[in-house]
């Protein structure tokens, strides 16, 4: 009797003591290590940038939902963490370092805003950090050839020289030039104007609008005056999504409705539709500088397509949410290379050592001597009931 009862005791103690290491265990393994944590910083309220900022969060978070839902990476979840910026510059900086602070943050994805951007690869901050950045929403190439960026969009460079090729194409003989004052305006003022003087096309007017949100009704009036004034057959425009769609429907109720306008490819066309009406807003032309979403002519879109209609059924198919997808694709490539125990600094090492990457018919190329995105663009227009065709 006395040995059961010793055997008892024994067995019992051993059981407790096993709980007591399991539940040690437990509360010393933190939540996180079972996530794979990514950081986009933008804004999805700002007037310049928000709209592409929730339409790549968007696209991001689909993705990562598809992947989640077979499993996640290596059996972990991925989940993106999202810092608003209002359009802020120094806000950007403080967010990404703010994230940054999480060691269990492998890599940001999908940034949006010009100025933070520029302060950031001007300050080799995200080699700093040693937090790499895949995909942002930006063209200016001083910035995505920047230590820790991996671009995939084209640059604002090669759209806007694209945008003059069109003009040249069609023979327009008095163009104007509306740049806004924020981002990449005045710099691709700049550019189009030399373009223009090298291919022969007449600018007669180049016109600066002041980018303040709260004068954003007057400042446009005024600018629009001066388009209109100026008699134009193309109106090249240099600015973002709200100002673009505003200055066509000014233009298209005024004596200069006939001039053809050009946009660039941060302006989505259900802005112009819902500002100009369908029929005003046919013809215009944007210039993309990723692949078309809305037709599956490629493999990627038609993945693109599936994912979106399955995790996010009630977001629109569109430029920004295309985007987010593939800065999400990239990203978990470059994750499932790192390991099954993922760092910050293994995530970087796969991006640098990717080499030529298929997404599904299109192609990025990362290597330690140069980092290329897509590298094309691809023009598109308004049509009939404001659909946008290729």
């Known amino acids: 009797m006395l040995l059961q009862r010793t055997r008892a005791s024994v067995a019992f103690f051993n059981a407790l003591f096993a709980t007591i290491v399991s539940a040690l265990t437990t ?24 709209a592409n900022g929730r339409g790549i969060n968007i696209g991001i978070n689909a993705y990562f939902a598809s992947v989640n839902a077979a499993g996640g990476v290596n059996g972990k979840k991925l989940k993106l963490v999202f810092k608003e910026d209002d359009g802020n510059g120094p806000k950007m900086v403080a967010a990404s370092r703010e994230l940054a602070a999480n060691k269990d943050l492998v890599a940001f994805a999908g940034f949006v805003n010009t100025s933070g951007l520029t302060e950031m690869a001007k300050k080799n901050t995200f080699a700093e950090l040693g937090v790499p950045l895949v995909a942002p929403l930006q063209g200016d190439k001083t910035i995505v050839s920047a230590d820790g960026i991996f671009p995939f969009r084209s640059g604002y460079p090669d759209e806007t020289t694209a945008l003059i090729k069109e003009a040249v194409s069609t023979q327009k003989k ?63 425009m240099l600015m973002s999504s709200r100002f673009a769609a505003e200055m066509v429907r000014a233009v298209k109720n005024s004596p200069a409705a006939s001039a053809q306008m050009y946009a660039m490819s941060v302006v989505w066309a259900d802005e112009i539709v819902k500002a100009a009406g369908a029929e005003k807003a046919r013809g215009t032309v944007i210039i993309q500088a990723i692949p078309f979403p809305y037709s599956v002519t490629l493999p990627v879109v038609g993945e693109y397509q599936r994912v979106m209609k399955q995790y996010a059924p009630s977001e629109q198919i569109n430029f920004p949410t295309f985007e987010g997808f593939i800065a999400g694709k990239i990203t978990v490539e470059a994750i499932k290379r790192a390991g099954p125990n993922p760092t910050r600094e293994k995530v970087l090492k796969a991006l640098l050592a990717m080499g030529e990457y298929n997404l ?15 590298g094309g663009t691809d023009p598109s227009v308004i049509g009939p009931n404001g659909k946008l065709l290729h």
């Open 27 to 50: 509360v010393a393994t933190p939540v996180a290590a079972q996530e794979v944590l990514v950081g986009q910083v933008g804004s999805q309220t700002n007037i310049v940038t928000g």
């Open 174 to 236: 008095r163009v104007v030039v509306a740049y806004f004052s924020a981002t990449f305006g005045p710099s691709m003022e700049k550019l189009a104007q030399d373009e223009a003087k090298k291919a022969g096309l007449p600018v007669v007017a180049s016109i600066k609008i002041d980018a303040a949100p709260e004068k954003f009704k007057e400042n446009m009036a005024a600018a629009s005056a001066e388009v209109i004034k100026a008699n134009p057959d193309a109106v090249i």
């Open 360 to 374: 599904g018919g299109v192609y990025v190329n990362y290597g330690p001597a140069a980092r290329k995105g897509w």
